[in-house]
């Protein structure tokens, strides 16, 4: 098949996804916002800021402009920082076709706006272009995707056809598509198990050990469940690849980004110097932010994100922040 794609975001998702699509035979550009990237991957054939390691697939072309990236191209993956995605989005309404799938592939929730990627976008497309619109989410370390290390995902639209086109775009035999109808269900487990993530790791940091970590997932799981149900998504979305799968990678996973934040600020690291020596992005850290004010917004106890905003932003000692969660008022599991 010879599809023409477009990349959108040479992060080290982004740049996987490209390459997955290029060794696939589509021919695929991606573009990166720094020149001296496109430069790099150009002359070296690896992402060294962000996929060191990975030989890219000779046929994978690179942009710095978007209007290359984009014009005339039959699917478009989405793969910016979710706070920045509107403001890409909208830059690239001139270059889209009628007929163009667009793909998002991050995770998260506008500061702003309080809202998920699927619905900022919503509100910058025409109808008819966010009817192609399609969301990719799940349990995927990205270096071991680029591994070809096997990995199932999901693809959720609220057009079955547009799911199953993506799902056979993506589809190879170490990535696994499955497909799903709820859109905002996949998008707030995506986000929601940054936080979470965030959690264990602080939780880990102050050497709490396993049960403290099993505990936080758990309760966690319905954290995410509540908030996604109140918005109108699916409880039983948080029971698949979307939920609790990518819940316990990103809990559990030496890879997870969230996690490895999460464990310096238990470790007494200022949050500050934390984010200052990464050059890859944490979205957990603003989300947790906006996901504790929309669950105020709404109405849902989010006990969890409660105290990891506390921790990152009012600066509540991590462990006076386990003692609280620990000595609420007693209740039932369920109800």
């Not at 996604?228 to 990678?249: K, N, R, W, Y």
Request: glycine fraction near 10%; charge should be neutral; hydrophobic fraction near 45%.
């Amino acid at each position: 098949m010879n599809k023409n794609i477009g990349v959108i975001g040479a992060g080290s998702w982004g740049t996987t996804l490209a390459n997955l699509l290029a060794k696939k035979g589509y021919a695929v550009t991606l573009w990166a916002y720094e020149p001296e990237l496109v430069d790099e991957m150009r002359l070296r054939r690896e992402n060294g800021p962000f996929l060191p390691g990975i030989t890219l697939a000779p046929a994978l072309k690179f942009t710095n402009s978007l209007e290359e990236a984009a014009a005339g191209k039959e699917l478009l993956l989405l793969a910016s920082p979710s706070q920045v995605m509107r403001g890409v989005v909208s830059r690239l309404i001139p270059f889209l076709r009628a007929e163009t799938l667009l793909v998002s592939a991050a995770k998260g929730i506008e500061l702003d706006t309080l809202k998920t990627v699927s619905q900022a976008c919503a509100e910058e497309l025409s109808p008819a272009l966010f009817g192609r619109f399609c969301v990719l989410s799940g349990p995927s370390f990205a270096r071991e995707v680029a591994q070809e290390m096997p990995t199932a995902v999901v693809a959720a639209a609220a057009d079955p056809e547009v799911a199953i086109a993506v799902q056979r775009c993506f589809t190879t035999e170490y990535f696994r598509v499955y497909t799903n109808s709820d859109v905002v269900g996949v998008e707030i487990g995506g986000s929601l198990k940054n936080v979470i993530a965030l959690a264990a790791g602080i939780s880990d940091g102050l050497g709490l050990g396993y049960n403290t970590r099993a505990a936080l997932i758990t309760r966690g799981l319905a954290e995410m469940t509540r908030l996604g149900v109140a918005i109108g998504a699916h409880p039983e979305t948080f029971a698949g690849l979307a939920g609790m799968g990518d819940l316990v990678l990103t809990c559990t996973g030496d890879l997870s980004r969230n996690r490895t934040v999460g464990m310096k600020l238990g470790q007494g690291i200022p949050l500050k110097e934390i984010l200052g020596e990464m050059r890859m992005v944490a979205e957990g850290v603003k989300t947790t932010a906006s996901a504790w004010r929309l669950a105020g917004q709404v109405g849902v106890e989010m006990p969890i994100t409660e105290k990891v905003y506390q921790i990152l932003y009012e600066d509540k000692p991590a462990r006076q922040a386990v003692l609280e969660l620990m000595t609420r008022d007693l209740k039932a599991e369920r109800g």
